[in-house]
């Protein structure tokens, strides 16, 4: 069935430095590759998407890559501050239904 | 606050009673999809609807979740004689287009504990 894989489930980094989250999905049809950021009892907020006819999108400190060959999508942030501190999600799509993975919570320390 | 609204925002029921929870999307967003998400896991799909038509259900979901959105505006998510194992946050989330690809904006969710 369709499934998504995220690692790490906790990632802790000092201020100023990146972080990487990385994910795999099982349905090689999915073209829409979202991350979500939900902060303690928020809503999930959408952060950055990539479509499959694209292999990197960046959006200031935030980039998305995409591997279709692999399966494959990763999340870099660069310079973290402490308000980058909460949990991301990943998430693959084919016909709009989300397949979520199972988030990653980061800790950014001052 | 034109985002995606969810009512109510608690929900404390005993084992066994029936609970509707109701769905406001975006005024022009024409689907509208329910998740379920437990503590420490991600959203889990449970159903979706382009205008009025459901058109897709997990498998995950029992015959005693059943929702509905009759006017192609907010929606109802019903389930009956509740168990523990319902507890969970149920979340919202509208889109504008045919589905691939549209950001989904997401309620504040409706959080409910079974007892």
């Known amino acids: 069935g369709e499934n998504v894989e995220q690692h790490p489930s906790t990632l802790s980094v000092q201020e100023g430095d990146s972080a990487v989250i990385k994910c795999t999905y099982s349905?090689?049809?999915?073209?829409?590759f979202p991350w979500y950021k939900q902060e303690l009892g928020k809503r999930p907020q959408l952060i950055i998407d990539i479509r499959s006819n694209v292999g990197e999108k960046k959006d200031q400190r935030i980039a998305v890559t995409l591997n279709k060959t692999a399966k494959h999508f990763s999340l870099h942030i660069t310079e973290t501050q402490p308000e980058d501190s909460a949990v991301y999600f990943c998430?693959?799509?084919?016909?709009?239904?989300?397949?979520f993975g199972q988030g990653t919570t980061l800790q950014v320390k001052p | 606050d034109t985002g995606v609204s969810q009512d109510p925002r608690h929900k404390i029921t005993k084992r066994g009673q029936n609970v509707t929870f109701r769905c406001d999307p975006i005024s022009e967003h024409n689907r509208l999809y329910w998740y379920r998400q437990t503590l420490g896991q991600g959203p889990e799909f449970l159903t979706y609807f382009q205008n009025e038509a459901q058109l897709e259900k997990s498998r995950l979901l029992s015959d005693r979740f059943s929702a509905e959105r009759p006017k192609g505006s907010f929606s109802t998510l019903e389930i009956q004689r509740t168990e523990q194992g319902d507890s969970a946050m149920y979340l919202c989330?509208?889109?504008?287009?045919?589905?691939?690809?549209?950001?989904?904006?997401f309620g504040p969710g409706t959080r409910l504990t079974v007892t």
């Open positions: 998430a693959a799509s084919r016909t709009g239904k989300l397949i």
């Open positions: 349905d090689s049809a999915s073209n829409y």
């Open positions: 989330a509208s889109s504008y287009g045919q589905g691939e690809g549209d950001e989904q904006y």
